[in-house]
């Protein structure tokens, strides 16, 4: 049975679909309109040439990312764990010889990073259960909501394929999300212990801050100066120069030794079908699909 982002996404959007039109007193057609009119909102301020305003305390806001955005998402750090050898070397080692893998995402949403573990450790057939302990960093409380859905519906699903026993899962997801603004060293003070990773995902975190923030570059310091050595900072970012001039500022600054820039034309892997988004899909594809093709670079850091 294949695991899909588009079948562990649908019962989340379900689920918070309902929940709006409930808590807003108006029907799920209502709340459709509402996603469709954030999603364009969305796509102008993404196309600004300017610090996009996204509000992601919204919630039709955040409908309109699950929808739109998170298999991407999810896809591409899937996509990187795959093609990339020497973090694909990495992870499979730690999977390997310590049945543990601890990852951090920084700016991370609703916790695409895990969607993509989770195929991918599913795909893999290790034959042995690995545990994978992801920490969530986001300054949006509301977030939490649907990275607690997404971690909920992972288990739900593999306990339907490999039942309840989890030693017999390919994967074992643990970890929290904790409120936390990037753009501002001082929080860091408020995370617990996010130190001790083995790695770090910087997933589109710097084109949504735009501008060259310093306190970007500071936060990402000093986690790294605390890192294990070893440890791999992945950034992965909209293909353009400045984004990866940005990237190798940020590494230089941290102490990261950098890789190559890859770049990349991604499509959905082949077993995802958006029609697996169920009603959702039904009501909005006529007006707007979900992501289907995207372009990226991404670079692999290392602390040494």
Same mark, same amino acid.
Request: proline fraction near 3%.
């Given at each position: 049975?294949?695991?899909?982002?588009?079948?562990?996404?649908?019962?989340?959007?379900?689920?918070?679909?309902?929940?709006?039109?409930?808590?807003?007193?108006?029907?799920?057609?209502?709340?459709?309109?509402?996603?469709?009119?954030?999603?364009?909102?969305?796509?102008?301020?993404?196309?600004?040439?300017?610090?996009?305003?996204?509000?992601?305390?919204?919630?039709?806001?955040?409908?309109?990312?699950?929808? +739109?955005?998170?298999?991407?998402?999810?896809?591409?750090?899937?996509?990187?764990?795959?093609?990339?050898?020497?973090?694909?070397?990495?992870?499979?080692?730690?999977?390997?010889?310590?049945?543990? +893998?601890? +990852?951090?995402? @920084?700016?991370?949403?609703?916790?695409?990073? @895990? @969607?993509?573990?989770?195929?991918?450790?599913?795909?893999?057939? @290790?034959?042995?259960?690995?545990?994978?302990?992801?920490?969530?960093? %986001?300054?949006?409380?509301?977030?939490?909501?649907?990275?607690?859905?997404?971690?909920?519906?992972?288990?739900?699903?593999?306990?339907?394929?490999? !039942?309840?026993?989890?030693?017999?899962?390919?994967?074992?997801?643990? !970890?929290?999300?904790?409120?936390?603004?990037?753009?501002?060293?001082?929080?860091?003070?408020?995370?617990?212990?996010?130190?001790?990773?083995?790695?770090?995902?910087?997933?589109?975190?710097?084109?949504?801050?735009?501008? %060259?923030?310093? !306190?970007?570059? +500071?936060?990402?310091?000093?986690?790294?100066?605390?890192?294990?050595?070893?440890?791999?900072?992945?950034?992965?970012?909209?293909?353009?120069?400045?984004?990866?001039?940005?990237?190798?500022?940020?590494?230089?600054?941290?102490?990261?030794?950098?890789?190559?820039?890859?770049?990349?034309?991604?499509?959905?892997?082949?077993?995802?079908?958006?029609?697996?988004?169920?009603?959702?899909?039904?009501?909005?594809?006529?007006?707007?699909?979900?992501?289907?093709?995207?372009?990226?670079?991404?670079?692999? !850091?290392?602390?040494?």
């Amino acid at each position: 049975m294949a695991i899909t982002f588009y079948k562990l996404l649908a019962p989340v959007i379900e689920k918070d679909i309902k929940f709006a039109a409930q808590q807003l007193g108006i029907s799920v057609s209502d709340v459709y309109q509402m996603i469709l009119a954030e999603a364009a909102r969305n796509q102008q301020e993404w196309f600004s040439n300017g610090v996009p305003n996204l509000n992601y305390q919204c919630q039709d806001c955040r409908l309109a990312y699950l929808y +739109i955005v998170a298999s991407s998402n999810a896809n591409t750090f899937k996509h990187v764990l795959e093609t990339n050898a020497d973090l694909n070397t990495y992870v499979m080692n730690l999977a390997r010889n310590n049945k543990n +893998i601890k +990852i951090c995402a @920084l700016g991370g949403g609703p916790g695409t990073e @895990l @969607l993509a573990m989770t195929k991918f450790f599913h795909e893999q057939r @290790l034959g042995y259960c690995v545990s994978v302990d992801f920490q969530l960093l %986001d300054k949006v409380q509301e977030w939490a909501n649907s990275w607690y859905g997404i971690r909920n519906t992972i288990n739900c699903t593999l306990q339907s394929i490999y !039942g309840v026993d989890r030693n017999g899962w390919p994967i074992l997801p643990s !970890g929290n999300f904790i409120t936390c603004d990037v753009t501002n060293p001082g929080s860091l003070m408020n995370t617990g212990n996010i130190w001790g990773q083995d790695v770090y995902v910087i997933n589109f975190l710097l084109s949504e801050v735009f501008n %060259d923030d310093p !306190g970007v570059r +500071i936060f990402i310091k000093e986690i790294a100066s605390m890192a294990p050595v070893g440890s791999r900072f992945v950034f992965i970012e909209r293909k353009g120069s400045m984004w990866a001039s940005r990237i190798q500022k940020i590494a230089a600054e941290a102490n990261l030794i950098l890789s190559n820039f890859y770049e990349s034309q991604l499509n959905k892997d082949y077993d995802e079908f958006p029609e697996d988004l169920g009603n959702v899909f039904l009501a909005l594809s006529q007006t707007r699909k979900p992501r289907l093709t995207w372009n990226i670079i991404y670079s692999i !850091g290392i602390k040494q």
